[in-house]
């Protein structure tokens, strides 16, 4: 089965930018989605397509995608981005993989 | 509003079943496949299946191949997922998410609207 791997954990200042970074084969044929997920709630949506955001999600969060890599980019981190993230991506089988998560803080 | 509601907390046994809910509102049901996703304490997030609610079919992750079911009532609108033969590890909040699809020459999936979760306790 497919995997998708991302950095365990980034912490960004507050106003500056990060960069999110998930790995993995289906990313080739497939674009992820990202979302985002705080202690205790469900998981939201942040960027799905090649750079799409959902209704009320505000616009420094951005997506791209280059070969077998997807990147989630904050710019200008908030206090409220201090969450956990995560990648989708369907693969060539129809199965569905998230990737492994990075909890970012924003110091 | 697009809306998913899922059943209460539930504890059971090893060895028992649980059947979740989540109940679909402000769209048309059998529109849009149905995702099932679970996650343990202090964990990630793990795919357990998807079902498309118009014609019944499933698409199950391999690791619950087996033991999960999916299953609908489009006349209330409502997604079930069972889970049998629970283990302790099976512990965790279980969400239901709506999926949906599109693009040209390149493909893109994504869940726009989840449930609550619902969380199972497996404990003896």
């Known amino acids: 089965s497919s995997e998708l791997t991302q950095d365990p954990a980034v912490s960004v200042a507050l106003g500056q930018t990060v960069r999110i970074t998930c790995q993995g084969d289906?990313?080739?044929?497939?674009?992820a989605s990202w979302y985002q997920q705080k202690p205790g709630q469900a998981p939201v949506l942040v960027i799905y397509g090649k750079n799409n955001r959902p209704s009320g999600i505000p616009d420094r969060f951005s997506g791209s995608s280059s070969g077998n890599t997807a990147s989630l980019t904050i710019t200008g981190a908030q206090a409220e981005d201090d969450a956990d993230y995560y990648c989708n991506s369907r693969d060539t089988s129809a199965n569905y993989v998230f990737g492994t998560g990075t909890k970012v803080t924003v110091l | 509003q697009v809306q998913l509601v899922q059943s209460g907390a539930e504890v059971k046994k090893p060895g028992a079943s649980v059947k979740v809910s989540c109940k679909a509102s402000?769209?048309?049901?059998?529109?849009?496949?149905m995702h099932w996703v679970r996650q343990a304490p202090g964990q990630g997030l793990e795919w357990m299946g998807r079902f498309d609610p118009n014609s019944g079919n499933t698409k199950y992750a391999q690791t619950f191949e087996g033991r999960v079911t999916m299953t609908r009532d489009t006349s209330i609108s409502t997604a079930y997922m069972e889970l049998s033969r629970l283990r302790s590890d099976d512990t965790a909040v279980y969400y239901c998410?709506?999926?949906?699809?599109?693009?040209?020459?390149?493909?893109?999936?994504?869940?726009?609207?989840w449930g609550r979760g619902t969380t199972v306790t497996v404990s003896s």
């Open positions: 402000g769209y048309t049901f059998t529109g849009y496949y």
């Open positions: 998410a709506r999926d949906v699809r599109g693009g040209e020459t390149r493909y893109y999936y994504y869940m726009d609207v």
């Open positions: 289906s990313l080739r044929s497939y674009y």
